[in-house]
Structures are given as structure tokens and as C-alpha cells.
């Protein structure tokens, strides 16, 4: 089945750590995108790419970095400098044009 | 951030009512989209309206659009406890991003 999977499903950080969220696709859709979900939120987009090797900044970037080395992977990585990482990540992809989004299942994050 | 916002923000119902929540936006778009989010899961694409539609329908899901108040809703007829959940609105900022809702907490009651 064709989808978006999201590891781990939870994760914990401890201060001063960088953690990594992993995002995989086999949809084949261009773009891959990176949402944070705070409690009783919508969501805010923090980074998003819509070819390989090319990505921008999302409103809420500070703190977080992202490679796209294959159309099927994007990775996120929480660093140190993102000072209240817990939060509920889901990342999503698309195909090309304004269509809806396909969301994975997402990753709980919590610092300890 | 062009967000758009949810009204109201929590609603409750019993099973076989309807449900209504709207969307307003901020910018002219190309289309809107409505989401469901069961708790502590990623988003589900509900349906999606272009500007040059007014009324759209799916199953027992029906949306409008009014692009002159920058403002769509969502019905949900003949509600389930299985409907439970959180509904959000997107449109697209710049054709490249989707930027999503506050989003509606439906609680349905059998």
C-alpha cells in the first residue's frame, strides 16, 4: 500500500540533544512537508521541499534542519537549539498542483 | 502566517444531528480543503472546493464556499460517534504551502 510512514512514534530527547524524525513516501509525490502540532493547536509549518536536493523555511524554522537527498525521504532533525521541541511532528507529501495532502501517522516528541 | 480560523472551536452533538463548522480566510485562494484529525493521529483529506465552486458534496459530508467573506463550511449530516474528532481547513499561501486552521473539536454522543 502506497503511503507516508513516520518513526519512531515516539520519541524522547534529553536536553541539549539532537534528535532525528524519520519520513518516508512511496507515493512518488514531489513535495514533502514538515508540520509541528502543539496540544489543542492547529498546525504551523516548519520546513517543506518540492524537489530534491532544494528546500525552504517554513514560520516556524528556527531551530529545526532538514535534508531531501531522495524524493522518498525527509528526515527532520530537532537540534539543540530549538528550545521547546515537545510537540506532535507529522509530515505529509503531495503530487504536483494545489491537491490535498497525504499525512503519516506522526511522531510524538518529548524532552526529559 | 495566513492561518485561517475555525468556529466554533469545540461543538458537541448527539448521534443522527448535524454538524456545522465554519472556515475564514485571509487571502484570495485557488482552493480550500477540509481535513479530519482523530485524536493523537496524522490528518485525513476530507474533500476540497476550488474558488469557482460554491457547494460541494461527499457521502454525508457537504461544503460551501463564499469567496466574497473569505469564509467556507462544513456539514456533517446524521452524525456518528465514529465522526468524533478534529476538523481543520486549509489553503494553499503562495500556491506552495498549505497553511492550515485552528481547527474544530466535534464530540458526537450516542
Known amino acids: 500500500d502506497g503511503g507516508i510512514t513516520q518513526s519512531p512514534k515516539y520519541l524522547f530527547r534529553k536536553e541539549g540533544q539532537n534528535v532525528t524524525l524519520s519520513c518516508e513516501q512511496n507515493l512518488n509525490h514531489d513535495a514533502m512537508y514538515w508540520y509541528r502540532q502543539d496540544p489543542g493547536q492547529g498546525l504551523r509549518l516548519i520546513y517543506y521541499s518540492q524537489i530534491v536536493n532544494d528546500f525552504q523555511k517554513g514560520d516556524i524554522a528556527e531551530g529545526y534542519s532538514v535534508s531531501r537527498e531522495k524524493k522518498e525521504s525527509f528526515p527532520l532533525t530537532v537540534t539543540s537549539a530549538q528550545k521547546n521541541p515537545t510537540a506532535f511532528y507529522l509530515c505529509?507529501?503531495?503530487?504536483?498542483?494545489?491537491?490535498?495532502?497525504?499525512f503519516g501517522s506522526g511522531t510524538r516528541l518529548t524532552v526529559v | 502566517s495566513q492561518q485561517g480560523e475555525e468556529d466554533p472551536q469545540a461543538l458537541s452533538i448527539q448521534e443522527g444531528e448535524n454538524a456545522t463548522m465554519n472556515c475564514s480566510y485571509k487571502?484570495?485562494?485557488?482552493?480550500l480543503q477540509w481535513y479530519r484529525q482523530n485524536s493523537g493521529r496524522g490528518l485525513v483529506h476530507l474533500i476540497l472546493?476550488?474558488?469557482?465552486?460554491r457547494e460541494k458534496h461527499s457521502g454525508r459530508l457537504r461544503v460551501t464556499l463564499d469567496t466574497s467573506k473569505k469564509s467556507s463550511s462544513l456539514l456533517i449530516t446524521a452524525s456518528r460517534a465514529a465522526d468524533t474528532a478534529s476538523y481543520f481547513c486549509?489553503?494553499?499561501?503562495?500556491?506552495?504551502?498549505?497553511?492550515f486552521g485552528t481547527g474544530t473539536r466535534l464530540q458526537v454522543f450516542p
Open positions: 487571502t484570495s485562494i485557488n482552493n
Open positions: 486549509a489553503t494553499f499561501y503562495n500556491t506552495d504551502k498549505l497553511i
Open positions: 472546493i476550488r474558488s469557482n465552486e
Open positions: 505529509a507529501s503531495s503530487g504536483t498542483g494545489l491537491g490535498g495532502y497525504t
